[in-house]
Antibody, heavy 120, light 110 residues
């Protein structure tokens, strides 16, 4: 059974760095072709893809947010970490991690999401 | 900002058929597969359709997808109250080198 769970702070101040952790089970990021992505959703708005890390440690970022994002993985812990620098109130939203397959741009299992509010 | 455009809402009575459109461009829908996600209230999105018209295991055949040119559609037949949700389309975008999502359509069962 594949499960993913996001963890991190619910509240961050403007200009701070947000660090989110995705802990997963039921698959391994050392398996060829596997990947994990981060996707966010501002309240009442559409989904936005942020970043992806592949089984071979290749990393991909949203072009509009690339300078602020860092994605990494710890295969032994089954975790993927996303860091977003210089947080702003417009970054408020629910952040999801989701499993994907390299070459197949869809997400077959999602975490429950974590709501992050950016406010002073 | 969303690259794919959907109507904000759609509705129907139980048993009816509802269709949701998704409009894109040559760099996304026009060149790549379309995917659809269902997001029930307060929950994470769930993959509903992949590769234009394929259903993952467990998704009823009441849900069907199609694509033509730079547009795609999701049809829900035999509408049920449990189908009330937000529906998002998605596709890879060659220009952005990443997946893009639609603006989302809220389906209401009257």
């Amino acid at each position: 059974q594949v499960t993913l769970r996001e963890s991190g702070p619910a509240l961050v101040k403007p200009t701070q760095t947000l660090t989110l952790t995705c802990t997963f089970s039921g698959f391994s990021l050392s398996t060829s072709g596997m990947c994990v992505s981060w996707i966010r959703q501002p309240p009442g708005k559409a989904l936005e893809w942020l970043a992806r890390i592949d089984w071979d440690d290749d990393k991909y970022y949203s072009t509009s947010l690339k300078t602020r994002l860092t994605i990494s993985k710890d295969t032994s812990k089954n975790q993927v970490v996303l860091r977003i620098t210089n947080m702003d109130p417009v970054d408020t939203g629910t952040y999801y991690c989701a499993r994907c397959r390299v070459g197949a741009p869809y997400f077959d299992f999602w975490g429950q999401g974590i709501l992050v509010t950016v406010s002073s | 900002q969303s690259v794919l455009t959907q109507p904000p809402s759609a509705s129907g009575t139980p048993g009816q058929r509802v269709t949701i459109s998704c409009s894109g461009s040559i760099s996304n829908i026009g060149s790549n597969y379309v995917y659809w996600y269902q997001q029930l209230p307060g929950t994470a999105p769930k993959l509903l359709i992949y590769r234009n018209n394929q259903r993952p295991s467990g998704v009823p055949d009441r849900f069907s997808g199609s694509k033509s040119g730079t547009s795609a559609s999701l049809a829900i037949s035999g509408l049920r109250s449990g189908d009330e949700a937000d529906y998002f389309c998605a596709a890879w975008d060659n220009s952005l080198s990443g997946p893009v999502f639609g603006t989302g359509t809220k389906v209401t069962v009257l």
